[in-house]
């Protein structure tokens, strides 16, 4: 059986993603990348900063409330579901729960041919690395209220041209 998965786990700025862009641009078959930032960027803002979500330290602690928890529980069982209707996914994780993360993982996988990758860099270079994306995450733009209304009426006005059925369009 081909792998179905690839799991990369390592700390937060070692090269993750990089090298699951990396495998997508080798691998003969299309593969599909979801990482823990892909969680919670879908999550409510509010989700990161009460203690049911997750919560990030001054000193790179990691907290995780029940909320969180029972999203990530949820995720990681709707990937596995991706991959048994056929697609081929590289994994972006961190396991901030260590041993029980990873089983976490094997529970949803299960069946499933997986290739489970630590990626390990100097921490000097994850630490340069970690200090110019917080950077950049300051300066990214933030949408007013205005702007959200005006998207979202731009949507529905496309929805409509579309001809997509009312129950779509709410």
């Known amino acids: 059986m081909k792998t179905q998965v690839i799991v990369l786990n390592g700390a937060s700025s070692s090269g993750k993603s990089e090298l699951a862009r990396s495998l997508q641009s080798i691998l003969p078959e299309p593969w599909l990348t979801f990482g823990v930032d892909t969680l919670i960027g879908a ?12 919560v990030f330290g001054p000193n790179g602690q990691v907290t995780t409330g029940t909320a969180f928890q029972l ?8 990937i596995a579901a991706m991959v048994r209707a056929g697609a081929r996914v590289i994994v972006d994780e961190v396991f901030l729960g260590g041993e029980k993360s990873q089983q976490r993982w094997k529970t949803a996988l299960e069946g499933l041919e997986v290739l489970w990758v630590a990626v390990r860099c100097e921490l000097k270079v994850a630490s340069a690395r970690e200090i110019a994306f917080q950077a950049w995450q300051k300066s990214k733009p933030k ?3 205005k702007a959200c209304i005006m998207i979202l009426k731009l949507i529905q006005q ?3 041209v579309c001809n997509v059925p009312r ?3 709410r």
């Open 43 to 54: 999550m409510p803002a509010t989700m990161q900063t009460g203690d049911a979500g997750i």
């Open 167 to 169: 129950i779509l369009r």
């Open 71 to 78: 999203l990530d529980n949820a995720w990681c069982c709707g």
């Open 158 to 160: 496309l929805a409509r």
């Open 143 to 145: 949408l007013s209220i």
